[in-house]
């Protein structure tokens, strides 16, 4: 990162600033279930208890089925069984097929028709035709097959409802992290509050083993402080003074107070929650396509059993018959797996990312990391550790002591969080120099920072800043210059360490087929020396902000599809150009608004999970569709009676259970989706 300073705030915020604990969105996309945010767990209950209601009276429906005795035998019928069968069906059709019934008057209302168009179609058909007979035409009733039909549609339904709401669960998970309550410091005594209660500034305790109630500044004692479920760190992480700690992170054996920095709407977690949220119900180009094949599905099915229909009817078939291949058509092209194959794994994604520290701010991109073919990175706290240490300093003019050339750096870097500010800081600290008062303190991006001290004019820049170099720059070191009026009086290097898991993070996007390419306001020396340890493709050094934009723009006119992982200020504009833009979570703001999506960690690690789990959910959807259209295509031909010369028949009922298991089988695919650390 180049050396502009600022105040960099470590956790990213989205533009959602005013974040609610909504339930979770609805996965399920498709016009099922018509509106958003439904109570998928209120909805698995009753599914559930109308599939037992069902089922006891599905067994009396058999047993006084004329067809069912014949096939065994038997002959059980007595005055008024007829129309005791045609009671017990009328209220599986009315209470069994209550949702379906709803879920056609609904779509026909929306003019959506879809799943329950379908579903509810059917079973209308078979209980009209059935009920027909019972009151003098012609045929066989098939109240048996109505019933298993009502059935199986509702144990399908009961477990995908089951799934989509585990699909959900992760979310979940991430909105119970907020305690309901905190220890409010009032003077000498405390006392319990509501968490939304809490006010800016607001002092909290957070005892030994509780969840912090809100995002804040440390202001006494000292703790390990386990951030797992929110950043993917499963390191329990030190605080002491000072330090930041986020709302739903779980403290460890010592007791903190905390000065609270934002009000639980604006909180980090809940603007993680309603990131997931939204991300959840955007709808990327894969679904939006999916939505596309199931709605032509719906058609295809209603064309497909009228023509069914249409074909054994005037063939010379019975009018049981007819209708019966034309209920099982229609039943078992359902676009049901097709309309949940995007939305189960978009809800398993973006939730499980969230925990793992990967906030996808946009779903397209996310799915588009499959296409990156180059990523590249901003140097400092990214692929380095992000933390200078001054390795030696000096002074070029003799008016000036070695000493005094820090202690000036440090009159203009006191108040900024940039990480060569901060090295300079922790030097002078260690050193016990005291700071000369700096007015009118300006950054200025990407060159250094500027202020008046005692007068005269002092700026602290990167060399880039200057036309030629008064210190050689040695191997691995990051230098800065301290001027006078624009004339250089000293000089200050840093040197930063490589993260530990860079290299590993390069070899692994190698792998991947991925070239690496180092972006920095660093000097040429720094920039190869890393560029060489890690194996990197290609380095640019001395990148002022807007030549960042442009070395990405270049890439892509060359062809590559351009990841780029940055922070600061100054990675802003390259984020936005990049075709992915990925934001680290140390970095400002500004990183994280044009980012596509935002990494809690800074980690390369990350970067590298984040790719392969964008490929891995892409694959997850493929694998879905494909399943939910290839098995419409073997199962509706069947369905429609094309074997039945050769004795392949399949019922109303079968065409249910394998409508069912498609969706079950999506269902699982989705659930099988992982990060992997």
């Given at each position: 990162?180049?050396?502009?300073?600022?105040?960099?705030?470590?956790e990213?915020?989205?533009?959602?600033?005013?974040?609610?604990?909504?339930?979770?969105?609805?996965?399920?996309?498709?016009?099922?279930h018509?509106?958003h945010?439904?109570?998928h767990?209120?909805?698995?209950?009753?599914?559930?208890?109308?599939?037992?209601?069902?089922?006891?009276?599905?067994?009396?429906?058999?047993?006084?089925?004329p067809?069912?005795?014949?096939?065994?035998?038997?002959?059980?019928?007595?005055?008024?069984?007829?129309?005791?069968?045609?009671?017990?069906?009328?209220?599986?059709?009315?209470?069994?097929?209550?949702?379906?019934?709803?879920?056609?008057?609904?779509?026909?209302?929306?003019?959506?028709?879809?799943?329950?168009?379908?579903?509810?179609?059917?079973?209308?058909?078979?209980?009209?035709?059935?009920?027909?007979?019972?009151?003098?035409?012609?045929?066989?009733?098939?109240?048996?097959?109505?019933?298993?039909?009502?059935?199986?549609?509702?144990?399908?339904?009961?477990?995908?409802?089951?799934?989509?709401?585990?699909?959900?669960?992760e979310?979940?998970?991430?909105?119970?992290?907020?305690?309901?309550?905190?220890?409010?410091?009032?003077?000498?005594?405390?006392?319990?509050?509501?968490?939304?209660?809490?006010?800016?500034?607001?002092?909290?305790l957070?005892k030994?083993?509780?969840?912090?109630?809100?995002?804040?500044?440390?202001?006494?004692?000292?703790?390990?402080?386990?951030?797992?479920m929110?950043?993917?760190?499963?390191?329990?992480?030190?605080?002491?003074?000072?330090d930041?700690?986020?709302?739903?992170?779980?403290?460890?054996?010592?007791?903190?107070?905390?000065?609270?920095?934002?009000?639980?709407?604006?909180?980090?977690?809940?603007?993680?929650?309603?990131?997931?949220?939204?991300?959840?119900?955007?709808?990327?180009?894969?679904?939006?396509?999916?939505?596309?094949?199931?709605?032509?599905?719906?058609?295809?099915?209603?064309v497909?059993?009228?023509?069914?229909?249409?074909a054994?009817?005037?063939?010379?078939s019975?009018l049981?018959?007819?209708?019966?291949?034309?209920?099982?058509?229609?039943?078992?092209c359902?676009?049901?797996?097709l309309?949940?194959?995007?939305?189960?794994?978009?809800?398993?994604?973006?939730?499980?990312?969230?925990?793992?520290?990967?906030?996808?701010?946009?779903?397209?991109?996310?799915?588009?990391?499959?296409?990156?073919?180059t990523?590249?990175?901003?140097?400092?706290?990214?692929?380095?550790?992000?933390?200078?240490?001054?390795?030696?300093?000096?002074?070029?003019?003799?008016?000036f002591s070695?000493?005094?050339?820090?202690?000036?750096?440090?009159?203009?870097?006191?108040?900024?969080?940039?990480?060569?500010?901060?090295?300079?800081?922790?030097k002078?600290?260690?050193?016990?120099?005291?700071?000369?008062?700096?007015?009118?303190?300006?950054?200025?991006?990407?060159?250094?920072?500027?202020?008046t001290?005692?007068?005269?004019?002092?700026?602290?820049?990167?060399?880039?800043?200057?036309?030629?170099?008064?210190?050689?720059?040695?191997?691995?070191?990051?230098?800065?210059?301290v001027?006078?009026?624009?004339?250089?009086?000293?000089?200050?290097?840093?040197?930063?360490?490589?993260r530990p898991?860079?290299?590993?993070?390069?070899?692994?996007?190698?792998?991947?087929?991925?070239?690496t390419?180092?972006?920095?306001?660093?000097?040429?020396?720094?920039?190869?020396?890393?560029?060489?340890?890690?194996?990197?493709d290609?380095?640019?050094?001395?990148v002022?902000?807007?030549?960042?934009?442009?070395?990405?723009?270049?890439?892509?006119?060359?062809?590559?599809?351009?990841?780029?992982?940055?922070?600061?200020?100054?990675?802003?504009?390259?984020?936005a150009?990049?075709?992915?833009?990925?934001?680290?979570?140390?970095?400002?703001?500004?990183?994280?608004?044009t980012?596509?999506?935002?990494?809690?960690?800074?980690?390369?690690?990350?970067?590298?999970?984040?790719?392969?789990?964008?490929?891995a959910?892409?694959?997850?959807m493929?694998?879905?569709?494909?399943?939910?259209?290839?098995?419409?295509?073997?199962?509706?031909?069947?369905?429609?009676?094309?074997?039945?010369?050769?004795?392949?028949?399949?019922?109303?009922?079968a065409?249910?259970?394998?409508?069912?298991?498609?969706t079950?089988?999506?269902?699982?695919?989705?659930?099988?989706?992982?990060?992997?650390?």
């Open positions: 990162m180049d050396h502009s300073h600022g105040h960099h705030h470590t990213p915020t989205t533009a959602h600033q005013h974040a609610t604990h909504a339930a979770p969105p609805a996965a399920d996309g498709h016009n099922s018509a509106a945010g439904h109570d767990h209120a909805m698995v209950g009753d599914f559930k208890k109308r599939f037992y209601a069902t089922l006891a009276l599905t067994i009396p429906v058999l047993l006084l089925s067809m069912i005795q014949h096939w065994l035998g038997v002959d059980w019928s007595f005055p008024g069984s007829k129309w005791l069968l045609f009671v017990l069906s009328s209220v599986i059709f009315v209470y069994g097929g209550w949702p379906f019934l709803k879920g056609l008057a609904e779509e026909l209302k929306n003019r959506n028709p879809g799943m329950m168009t379908l579903i509810g179609f059917a079973i209308s058909v078979a209980y009209i035709y059935s009920a027909a007979t019972v009151f003098g035409l012609e045929g066989m009733d098939f109240f048996w097959e109505l019933a298993t039909l009502i059935l199986i549609m509702l144990l399908g339904h009961w477990i995908e409802m089951t799934s989509v709401a585990g699909a959900s669960r979310l979940e998970l991430l909105v119970k992290l907020m305690p309901s309550t905190a220890h409010l410091v009032h003077g000498d005594h405390i006392m319990e509050v509501g968490t939304g209660s809490l006010k800016k500034d607001d002092v909290i957070i030994p083993g509780e969840k912090v109630a809100a995002d804040g500044l440390v202001t006494e004692g000292e703790s390990a402080v386990n951030e797992s929110l950043t993917g760190e499963s390191r329990p992480v030190e605080k002491h003074g000072g930041k700690v986020i709302a739903g992170s779980i403290n460890g054996n010592g007791a903190l107070h905390v000065q609270v920095t934002h009000n639980s709407a604006e909180s980090y977690l809940s603007q993680v929650i309603q990131l997931v949220n939204d991300a959840q119900r955007s709808k990327s180009r894969t679904q939006l396509l999916a939505d596309k094949a199931a709605r032509w599905l719906t058609l295809i099915a209603i497909a059993g009228l023509v069914t229909f249409a054994w009817y005037f063939s010379g019975t049981a018959f007819a209708i019966e291949r034309m209920v099982t058509v229609i039943v078992i359902c676009p049901h797996a309309g949940l194959a995007i939305p189960l794994v978009v809800a398993k994604s973006t939730a499980l990312a969230a925990r793992h520290g990967l906030l996808i701010r946009n779903r397209t991109a996310f799915e588009n990391a499959r296409k990156i073919t990523l590249v990175f901003d140097k400092t706290g990214t692929l380095t550790v992000g933390q200078f240490t001054v390795a030696r300093y000096g002074a070029l003019d003799k008016n070695d000493d005094d050339i820090l202690r000036l750096a440090y009159s203009l870097e006191q108040s900024s969080e940039h990480p060569i500010a901060t090295g300079i800081v922790q002078v600290k260690e050193m016990g120099l005291t700071a000369e008062k700096a007015a009118n303190v300006t950054a200025i991006t990407g060159k250094g920072i500027t202020a001290v005692n007068g005269q004019a002092i700026s602290v820049v990167s060399p880039n800043a200057l036309p030629s170099q008064p210190v050689e720059i040695r191997a691995g070191e990051t230098l800065v210059y001027q006078q009026n624009d004339a250089v009086i000293g000089y200050i290097a840093l040197s930063d360490q490589l898991e860079s290299a590993d993070a390069v070899r692994t996007l190698r792998e991947q087929h991925i070239k390419v180092l972006l920095t306001g660093d000097n040429k020396i720094v920039g190869e020396s890393v560029s060489k340890t890690l194996g990197m290609q380095y640019f050094a001395e002022l902000p807007h030549q960042k934009l442009e070395k990405i723009a270049e890439l892509q006119k060359a062809g590559e599809y351009v990841a780029m992982t940055g922070d600061g200020v100054n990675d802003a504009p390259a984020l150009k990049a075709d992915v833009g990925i934001a680290v979570g140390s970095g400002s703001d500004v990183a994280a608004e980012a596509d999506i935002v990494l809690v960690n800074s980690n390369p690690k990350d970067v590298v999970n984040l790719v392969l789990f964008g490929k959910t892409y694959r997850k493929i694998q879905n569709l494909a399943w939910a259209t290839g098995y419409n295509i073997v199962a509706l031909p069947l369905a429609a009676g094309v074997l039945s010369g050769m004795g392949i028949l399949l019922s109303p009922a065409g249910a259970v394998l409508m069912s298991v498609s079950v089988v999506v269902a699982i695919n989705a659930g099988m989706l992982k990060i992997r650390d």
